[in-house]
């Protein structure tokens, strides 16, 4: 993992090495549920059916980011956690009446909880198909 950064930013590159698909995620647990091969990936994405992609990286149990796809429904999340497996940030993308419009909302997990500990804070729901 590298970062560059100037005037108060920094980016950190990340190379993904494995990129796995389900029809849903554990977020207890943190893995894909009903993991499925590209090849079905592709038939749920064309016909608006949800599933989930997830980027991994070398040396790293935790997935780096898992979004969550569900054209029918007009909306991408993606999840990223930290090398600890925990959600630290999260994105939650709509697609508004024309398709060039998209609503986006950005939420960042504060982990550190005084007399609580480190962990995730959000009450994290199953997100397989219903």
Same mark, same amino acid.
């Not at 995620?25 to 893995?31: E, L, Q, S, T, Y």
């Given at each position: 993992?590298?970062?560059?950064?100037?005037?108060?930013?920094?980016?950190?590159?990340?190379?993904?090495?494995?990129?796995?698909?389900?029809?849903?995620?554990?977020?207890?647990?943190?893995?894909?549920?009903?993991?499925?091969?590209?090849?079905?990936?592709?038939?749920? *994405?064309?016909?608006? +059916?949800?599933?989930?992609?997830?980027?991994?990286?070398?040396? &790293? /149990? @935790?997935?780096?980011? !898992?979004?969550?796809?569900?054209?029918?429904?007009?909306?991408?999340?993606?999840?990223?956690?930290?090398?600890?497996?925990?959600?630290?940030?999260?994105? *939650?993308?709509?697609? +508004?009446?024309?398709?060039?419009?998209?609503?986006?909302?950005? &939420? /960042? @997990?504060?982990?550190? !909880?005084?007399?609580?500990?480190?962990?995730?804070?959000?009450?994290?729901?199953?997100?397989?198909?219903?």
């Amino acid at each position: 993992m590298r970062t560059s950064g100037s005037g108060g930013w920094a980016a950190m590159v990340v190379e993904v090495v494995g990129v796995g698909y389900a029809q849903g995620w554990d977020p207890a647990a943190r893995v894909p549920w009903r993991p499925i091969p590209v090849t079905e990936a592709r038939e749920r *994405d064309t016909e608006g +059916l949800p599933y989930v992609v997830v980027y991994r990286t070398a040396g &790293r /149990a @935790a997935p780096l980011e !898992v979004r969550h796809v569900s054209w029918r429904d007009h909306y991408v999340g993606v999840w990223v956690y930290d090398a600890r497996g925990r959600r630290v940030e999260q994105w *939650d993308l709509r697609l +508004l009446d024309d398709p060039a419009r998209l609503l986006g909302s950005r &939420r /960042a @997990a504060h982990i550190t !909880v005084p007399g609580v500990g480190e962990e995730d804070r959000w009450l994290d729901r199953p997100t397989s198909p219903r």
